[in-house]
């Protein structure tokens, strides 16, 4: 029986010439990246870790140091939401929208218990985020999180109206960009947006890898501990 695998959007095949690319850091380089007083082994693996950094970054028209690897793009979720929630008490309003994530919502629950507040923009039945509706319910609030691509029914949302409203209202945007990233162009620069996740399972890469946008002088406070690597 032939099999066709449909569910792209769920997770994809990982590509032959990444597995390729791969196989020597899994087998002869598998050293762990700790910078310049690592011995040869180290070396290779930051070595493979900073090139790839680069290249990413090239991809959404960033700086190297602007990208941060993770496990998942629901660690970059949670990491974003989180740590931008951390750094700007100030104001403790979170605005999402209805059909989001679990990895936004369930972060904005989590802020919940710690005291934050947060309120969802409502959607048309195209799954657009309602403009009118955002722009009633940021007002004092500190973040929005949303996304770029929706992973149910693919809406792609207009970005530049959602972000005129933020920066219009001082907030910082965390976008989750892993239903469209090298689907769809994305320059980090001209969308002037503060975080976003970014998939690697999504576009034939490896599981347990992705990684997070941080713009250059975006404050997040740290929600893993215990390690040197990736700040």
């Known amino acids: ?93 979170i605005v999402s929208s209805r059909i989001e994530r679990r990895s936004i919502l369930d972060s904005l629950r989590f802020l919940e218990n710690l005291g934050f507040e947060y309120t969802l923009v409502n ?13 009633d319910k940021i007002k004092g609030a500190s ?4 996304h770029i691509g929706n992973h149910e029914i693919g809406t792609i949302q207009d970005v530049k109206a959602i972000m005129d409203i933020a920066k219009d209202n001082k907030a910082h ?23 976003m996740t970014l998939s690697s399972h999504l576009i034939h890469g490896p599981k347990g890898v992705s990684a997070l946008f941080v713009r250059e002088g975006v404050k997040i406070v740290p929600i893993i501990t215990g390690g040197l690597r990736e700040r």
């Open 123 to 135: 959607v048309d039945e195209e799954g657009f985020l309602k403009i009118d509706d955002l722009n």
């Open 1 to 93: 029986m032939k099999i066709i695998y449909m569910d792209n959007q769920k997770t994809t095949k990982i590509d032959e010439r990444v597995l390729e690319a791969m196989m020597p850091y899994l087998t002869e380089k598998y050293g762990i990246p700790m910078g310049e007083f690592g011995h040869r082994f180290e070396e290779e693996a930051l070595e493979a870790i900073e090139h790839s950094r680069e290249i990413i970054a090239r991809s959404i028209n960033a700086d190297p140091s602007e990208i941060v690897f993770t496990f998942s793009d629901i660690d970059s979720d949670n990491i974003a939401i989180k740590g931008l929630a951390l750094a700007n008490k100030d104001k403790r309003k």
């Open 143 to 146: 973040i929005v999180a949303t």
């Open 173 to 195: 945007v965390h976008l989750d960009a892993s239903h469209a990233y090298l689907k769809i162009p994305i320059d980090v620069e001209k969308m002037d947006v503060d975080t």
